[in-house]
């Protein structure tokens, strides 16, 4: 039985500049409920469940039960001559390993977690601090600086690249087809058309590469994953676009966003940067109180393949669920003093990153990018602040971040 109607405006200013509130009013009154309009390019229907307690979240992404995978399409719900467009749009995304489900998710995460490793990332400390200091050298003789454009949008790019093994000058245009790809699955308006010559360029571009790599092996991911198999089993072309054109997906913009939240949280708790600036040894408990706070994913999606109840809903095979983590993070049942940033704050058992099969992947290189960020920062600079006004959210309801973050030294 469907209890309320959700009536909730994700593009309006207000909720954007700050969701809690309603977040913490949708958990006390209506913590499971169902939105007729919304959709988003992960759902193929008009209508969504909404779930924002940490509890409830965690039972569903920790149950076998329930599915990653997207709903079937069902095309004649759009117009004929967009039809095609469609299905093609939905193709590379149905065959992620985001959306899919064990034993298929299984196997293609033991392969990619083969060159994937902790290892490996951790040995990327020093790459990483090399590209942070050098983008701090640029700030040297400056009053102000936009911190989104010149240092959180770049440091992942080139991080990214070298990563995976794309040439760094491409990485432009790659980042106009992502911001493209966020918003089309994140449910913002973006024109199906553009959408579709964005991704057809996009995939056209990673095959290439993938052809490029096939024919000259090098030290970098993508030749790694090329060659990575398991039981005599390798990635197919088609796999490995989809694995690429997730990672850069799923690595480039949360990256960009949690180190401009974090340094935005910093500034607008100054207390906590105080204590941070006297003791930096609390860096990695800082990153997670951030991540916590404003997570850069707000919300994933997942597929209902059977009848079940929550909270006295009943939830129907075949319907699309939407799980707000950064409701989760906020909760006052997982957290104490939830909606205060606490950079000390134990056991921050966060969903920023998701929980369960699909735990993000990416993690460990995410978290290791920001920490180097807020320590150089901290290290070089002993003084700046946020010129007044100086910062705008981006307009996304699945993505937090910001457009622009003004510093001023
Ligand atoms: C702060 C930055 C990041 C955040 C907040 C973030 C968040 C998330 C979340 C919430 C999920 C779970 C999605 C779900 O369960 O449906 C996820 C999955 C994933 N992330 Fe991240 N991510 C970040 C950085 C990265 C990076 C740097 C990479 C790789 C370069 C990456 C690669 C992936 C992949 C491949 C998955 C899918 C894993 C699977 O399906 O098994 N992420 N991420």
Redesign the pocket.
Same mark, same amino acid.
């Given at each position: 039985m469907v209890t309320t109607e959700l009536n909730l405006d994700y593009l309006s200013p207000e909720f954007l500049e700050n969701p809690y509130p309603t977040f913490a009013k949708l958990r006390a009154e209506s913590p499971v409920v169902w939105d007729s309009k919304f959709h988003t390019g992960f759902s193929s229907g008009v209508g969504a469940w909404h779930i924002f307690k940490y509890a409830d979240i965690q039972s569903i992404?920790r149950d076998r039960q329930i599915s990653?995978e997207m709903p079937p399409l069902e095309l004649e719900r759009y117009p004929a001559e967009a039809r095609e467009i469609i299905s093609q749009l939905f193709s590379i995304t149905q065959k992620?390993? +985001? $959306?899919?489900d064990p034993p298929k #998710?299984t196997r293609? @995460?033991s392969l990619?977690s083969k060159t $994937?490793t902790t290892q490996i990332i951790e040995g990327m400390g020093l790459q990483i601090q090399e590209n942070v200091n050098s983008l701090l050298d640029n700030w040297q003789n400056t009053q102000e600086i936009e911190f989104i454009e010149n240092f959180a949008e770049i440091l *992942?790019v080139n991080v990214?690249s070298d990563?995976i093994g794309f040439p760094r000058k491409d990485y432009e245009t790659i980042n106009n087809w992502v911001k493209n790809e966020v918003e089309f699955l994140g449910g913002s308006p973006v024109s199906l058309e553009l959408m579709y010559q964005s991704r057809t360029e996009f995939l056209n571009y990673i095959q290439e590469q993938i052809l490029q790599h096939r024919q000259h092996l090098r030290k970098d991911l993508l030749s790694d994953l090329i060659m990575a198999q398991e039981e005599g089993y390798y990635l197919s072309d088609e796999e490995l676009q989809g694995?690429i054109w997730?990672?850069l997906n =799923?690595?480039?913009e949360?990256?960009v966003? =949690?180190i401009g939240n974090s340094i935005f949280l910093l500034l607008k708790y100054p207390e906590q940067l105080k204590l941070l600036r006297e003791n930096l040894s609390l860096v990695e408990t800082a990153v997670e109180e951030t +991540?916590r706070y404003e997570? *850069?994913?707000q919300f994933? #999606? @997942?597929l209902a393949k059977n009848d079940f109840e929550l909270q006295g809903n009943l939830i129907k095979a075949g319907q699309d669920i939407y799980a707000w983590?950064a409701s989760a993070n906020h909760d006052p049942d997982q957290f104490s003093e939830s909606e205060s940033l606490n950079i000390t704050r134990p056991n921050n058992q966060h $969903?920023? $990153?998701?929980?369960?099969?699909?735990?993000?992947?990416? =993690?460990a290189?995410?978290?290791l990018?920001?920490k180097i960020s807020i320590k150089s920062i901290l290290q070089r600079f002993p003084e700046f602040h946020l010129r007044t006004g100086g910062y705008k959210g981006k307009p996304s309801a699945i993505a937090r971040g910001l457009k622009y973050l003004w510093l001023v030294f």
């Open positions: 992404l990653s992620s390993i +985001l $959306f899919s #998710h293609l @995460r990619v $994937f *992942p990214l990563l694995m997730l990672l =799923a690595g480039y949360t990256t966003n =949690a +991540l997570a *850069p994913v994933i #999606h @997942r983590l $969903f920023g $990153f998701g929980t369960g099969i699909h735990l993000c992947l990416g =993690a290189l995410a978290r990018q920001i």
